[in-house]
């Protein structure tokens, strides 16, 4: 049974920092694609950035240059570093696990991910 378990939200000044951190249950961060995902109410989910088992990273074009993924493999743990935060980057913050084999064009949507934390929440104002 797999649990990602997300911290790290908080409410954070414009031009701010925050870091995300998502625990997962087993030896599993290394053997699948990861995800990061955001949601606002009203609006559909949408991904934000992705790694794979190999490290490749997939980012959003409204976070690149500012959010940046990272695992520890050993830790069972995935990141997502945020900097140069916006008020549109308010929203619930996922993170999610799909197949390991998942192909880029699908790296950074919600539907071939099967595991979902309960997500932390992200106010920038």
């Known amino acids: 049974h797999v649990q990602l378990v997300e911290s790290g939200g908080g409410s954070v000044q414009v031009g701010g920092s925050l870091r995300l951190s998502c625990v997962a249950s087993?030896?599993?961060?290394?053997?699948?694609?990861m995800g990061w995902f955001r949601q606002i109410p009203d609006r559909e989910r949408e991904g934000v950035a992705s790694?794979?088992?190999?490290?490749?990273?997939s980012v959003a074009d409204s976070v690149k240059g500012r959010f940046t993924i990272s695992k520890d493999n050993a830790k069972n743990a995935l990141y997502l570093q945020m900097t140069s935060l916006k008020p549109e980057d308010t929203a619930i913050y996922y993170c999610?696990?799909?197949?390991?084999?998942?192909?880029?064009?699908?790296?950074?949507?919600?539907?071939?991910?099967?595991?979902w934390g309960q997500g932390t929440q992200v106010t920038v104002s």
């Open positions: 999610a696990l799909g197949p390991g084999d998942l192909t880029v064009a699908r790296r950074l949507r919600p539907l071939y991910f099967s595991h």
């Open positions: 790694i794979d088992s190999d490290g490749r990273t």
């Open positions: 087993g030896d599993i961060i290394g053997r699948y694609c």
